[in-house]
């Protein structure tokens, strides 16, 4: 069975930092372009970011550019999300969603691309 699960995060002042993580279990990573997307309360769901499968290729929205970075272990069957300088609209509930590819080099933050979600784990900036 395909699954992928979050983990990290949690509760942060602003200009606060954490890092999320997305373990893939069921399928390796290593064909699969990552994307990571987020859905604040009200609002529609985000592409914050994605990698592709070969990991050369990285697309930011422009909300968290400079701020995220996303990096994968494909050894591990994980990918990263590490966020920086934290502000309070970045919280939101944070999804990790893999999309099957035979490009290596490419990768979008299309939801409607990615076939495999995870369950989300919530990120609250805050004082």
């Known amino acids: 069975q395909l699954q992928l699960v979050e983990s990290g995060g949690g509760l942060v002042q602003p200009g606060g930092s954490l890092r999320l993580s997305c373990v893939a279990s069921g399928f390796t990573l290593d064909y699969y372009a990552i994307g990571w997307f987020r859905q604040a309360p009200g609002k529609e769901r985000e592409g914050v970011l994605c990698i592709s499968s070969g990991g050369s290729t990285t697309k930011y929205a422009d909300s968290v550019k400079g701020r995220f970075t996303i990096s994968r272990d494909n050894a591990k069957n994980t990918v990263y999300l590490q966020m920086n300088s934290l502000k309070p609209e970045d919280t939101a509930v944070y999804y990790c969603?893999?999309?099957?590819?035979?490009?290596?080099?490419?990768?979008?933050?299309?939801?409607?691309?990615?076939?495999?979600w995870g369950q989300g784990t919530q990120v609250t900036v805050s004082s």
């Open positions: 969603a893999a999309q099957k590819t035979t490009i290596r080099s490419s990768c979008r933050t299309s939801g409607w691309l990615y076939d495999n």
